[in-house]
């Protein structure tokens, strides 16, 4: 009997250590999987097409702009199929905002233009006449007054004075 206690003990130690190395190595399946799981997801996410960028690359730009001058602004299909990674949508929207911007800047750098004094061919005639009629002035300060005052008044002085 002493010999049946020892023996079914010793089976019981031997499945315990069994049942330990399995839920050891099923832990480390486990991590395998998991590991494996996110390796397939990161390769997945750089691989969607949901993953593009709102934002055009500089890469992208100088594609649609190449494309502009080949097929014009109204084929946007072209434009697409031109860039490769953006849709005819995209390219309807990228080209609108670009137009915009084009001109917003044109009518701020007219206005700057404007405003530092480039002034048109009336202004010119203008300044040369107050010109004229300050050429006694050596002053360079007060002829600038005498320029605003008389003949520009909306003209700043230092402007007149670059001038």
């Not at 700057?112 to 107050?130: N, S, Y």
């Not at 300060?141 to 002085?157: E, H, R, W």
Request: some cysteine.
């Amino acid at each position: 009997m002493d010999d049946e206690i020892k023996s079914e003990s010793n089976d019981i130690q031997m499945y315990r250590k069994k049942i330990s190395d399995l839920e050891n190595k099923l832990q480390e399946a486990h991590r395998e999987i998991e590991s494996l799981r996110s390796q397939l997801t990161k390769g997945t996410k750089t691989e969607s097409p949901k993953s593009q960028s709102r934002y055009w690359t500089d890469e992208e730009h100088g594609l649609f702009l190449e494309a502009l001058s080949l097929y014009g602004p109204k084929d946007v299909k072209s434009i697409a199929a031109h860039v490769g990674t953006r849709n005819s949508t995209q390219v309807r929207t990228h080209s609108q905002k670009y137009f915009l911007r084009l001109d917003r800047e044109r009518k701020k750098e007219d206005e700057r233009k404007r405003q530092e004094g480039q002034f048109g061919h009336d202004q010119f005639e203008q300044f040369l006449i107050a010109v004229k009629g300050t050429t006694q002035e050596p002053d360079i300060d007060k002829k600038a007054s005498l320029i605003q005052q008389c003949y520009m008044p909306n003209i700043s002085k230092e402007t007149i004075k670059a001038w």
